[in-house]
T-cell receptor, first 114, second 118 residues
Framework: GENVEQHPSTLSVQEGDSAVIKCTYS??????FPWYKQELGKRPQLIID?????GEKKDQRIAVTLNKTAKHFSLHITETQPEDSAVYFC?????????????FGKGTKLSVIP | DSGVTQTPKHLITATGQRVTLRCSPR?????VYWYQQSLDQGLQFLIQ???????AKGNILERFSAQQFPDLHSELNLSSLELGDSALYFC?????????????????FGPGTRLTVL
C-alpha cells in the first residue's frame, strides 16, 4: 500500500520567516495530495491540495509544489504568523479501485515564535 | 465548521465494552470515511462507505464495524474495547463515489469523538 513520509517532525520559525514541510510518497499511481492543519484537540482542516496534473498551486501565503518524478511534494508558508502554529499533515490518495482513502504522514508540529 | 457532525464529542468507557460513534456527512455528500488518530499511529484510515455500500477497508480491526444508513449517516461500532483503542475517531465526507476516472473528491473532517477506555 501507499506510504507517506513527512519531514521535519517539528519546526520552529520566527514570525515573518518562511516554513517548508516536505513529504514523499511511494505509490506512483497516487494522484491527489492534500495538506491539513490541525490545532490541538480539533479536526484536521484542509488548507490546500494539489492534483497530479499540476506542479504548483498557491493560495495567498500558502503554496504547494509537486514533483511526480521524484514522488515528493512540499508545503511552503511565507510570512508566518503565530496563528500558523499547529500540526500540519500531508496526505496522498493511493491507487486502488473505487476509493480515495487518504494515507497521512506523521505530521509536523510548527511553532511560530513572536 | 465543515458541515460534518459527529456525536458524542467524548466517550469514556471500560475495557470489554461496546460503543457506537455517529457521523452525519455534509449535505449532498455520499461518501463517508472513518479515521483513527492516536499518538503513536497518527491518522489512519479505517473504512469508507459510499451511498450505503462499503467501498474500501484500511487498518480496521475485526472488533470494529461500520455501516451507512439510507439517510447517509454512518455509525462506527467498536466492541470488546481495549486500552489501546483510546483515540480520536474522525469521520470525513466527500461528494463522490471514488470511481476511477473521476477527479478525487476533497474530504472534509468532522470534529471527532474522543474515546477513552479505562
Amino acid at each position: 500500500g501507499e506510504n507517506v513520509e513527512q519531514h521535519p517532525s517539528t519546526l520552529s520559525v520566527q514570525e515573518g520567516d518562511s516554513a517548508v514541510i516536505k513529504c514523499t510518497y511511494s505509490d506512483s499511481a497516487s494522484n491527489y495530495f492534500p495538506w491539513y492543519k490541525q490545532e490541538l484537540g480539533k479536526r484536521p482542516q484542509l488548507i490546500i491540495d494539489i492534483r497530479s496534473n499540476v506542479g504548483e498551486k498557491k493560495d495567498q501565503r500558502i503554496a504547494v509544489t509537486l514533483n511526480k518524478t521524484a514522488k515528493h511534494f512540499s508545503l511552503h508558508i511565507t510570512e508566518t504568523q503565530p496563528e500558523d502554529s499547529a500540526v500540519y499533515f500531508c496526505a496522498a490518495s493511493p491507487s486502488g479501485a473505487g476509493s480515495y482513502q487518504l494515507t497521512f504522514g506523521k505530521g509536523t508540529k510548527l511553532s511560530v515564535i513572536p | 465548521d465543515s458541515g460534518v457532525t459527529q456525536t458524542p464529542k467524548h466517550l469514556i468507557t471500560a475495557t470489554g465494552q461496546r460503543v457506537t460513534l455517529r457521523c452525519s456527512p455534509r449535505s449532498g455528500d455520499l461518501s463517508v470515511y472513518w479515521y483513527q488518530q492516536s499518538l503513536d499511529q497518527g491518522l489512519q484510515f479505517l473504512i469508507q462507505y459510499y451511498n450505503g455500500e462499503e467501498r474500501a477497508k484500511g487498518n480496521i480491526l475485526e472488533r470494529f464495524s461500520a455501516q451507512q444508513f439510507p439517510d447517509l449517516h454512518s455509525e462506527l461500532n467498536l466492541s470488546s474495547l481495549e486500552l489501546g483503542d483510546s483515540a480520536l475517531y474522525f469521520c470525513a465526507s466527500s461528494v463522490g463515489s471514488g470511481d476511477r476516472g473521476i477527479v478525487t473528491d476533497t474530504q472534509y473532517f468532522g470534529p471527532g469523538t474522543r474515546l477513552t477506555v479505562l
